[in-house]
């Protein structure tokens, strides 16, 4: 099995590049460029599609014949205001030019060419509160199922407080057995707030096949290839994380950890 924990290679450029053979499986590509003023990167995607999450800081983008303006308004992702992002179908290709210092995140995935190229968010993006006393945290959905702007990908920010767990009660998804469960790879990029902090994350299979358990600093990236995957920010530090999913069919099912069902069924 591949190792579950990436570190950034540094802190300018290309920092993270995780593709379906360096994590070890079938449909989620994620990378993460940390880019200066007056930079800019340009790729294109044959058979996957991508969602570009502008994390932090605004750069303006090119695809094709359009124009997409000037994305970005959050410069601190702990604002927890809704991020800029920007879908685009295979066989595109793209430009951006970063106007401050930024932070952009890539998914990608499978395509079909069933979606056109479009903005998400600000706009129709809410921050939610989900769980409650210290299993409470906050969402902005981009990309998830009731969103029908994607082929294959699912992506959603996840904002954890201070002493408080998320991904929890713990769940899995990675059976292909729908509408029972899906199966769904997942990254989780994590940012830390202060910086210098960590988090905590366990990815683990009912019978032990996986059991990992990792201190996540600032900027790391986890891949989950299967199994439960809950995280926790101590006391003192608050934790982001940007979720990427995909795999054969567009489907968020899972199913929770049987030792942990009794909570389910008592907070609903």
Known sequence: MADLLFKPRGNHGKVHDITPESAGWQFVSFSLYHLNEGESISEFNKDK???????????QFFEADNEWGILGERMDVFDKTPPHCLYLPNGSE???????????????APG?????????????????????????????????EN??????????????????WSSYPSHRHDEDDFPRI?????????????????????????DNRINE???????????????HHPCAAPYGFEMYYLNIMAG??????????????WILERDG
């Open 49 to 59: 599609e991508v969602l570009i999450v502008m994390v932090e800081g605004k750069a």
């Open 94 to 108: 793209f430009k951006c030019i970063a106007k401050t210092n930024c932070v952009i995140a890539i998914g990608k």
């Open 112 to 144: 079909k060419g069933g979606h056109p190229p479009r903005k998400i968010g600000p706009d129709g993006i809410t921050l939610m509160e989900r769980g409650i006393g210290t299993n409470k945290r906050f969402i902005n959905n981009i990309a998830m």
């Open 147 to 164: 969103e029908d702007y994607c082929d294959s990908l699912l992506v959603t920010e996840v904002f954890t407080p201070a002493g408080h």
């Open 182 to 206: 899906t199966y769904l790879e997942e990254t989780y990029y994590h940012r830390l707030k202060p910086a210098n902090g960590f988090g905590i994350q366990r990815v683990y299979t009912e």
């Open 213 to 227: 358990t990792m201190a996540v600093a600032d900027g790391d990236v986890v891949i989950v290839p299967g199994g």
């Open 248 to 261: 054969p069919l567009r489907k968020w099912r899972f199913l929770p950890d049987p030792a942990l069902e």
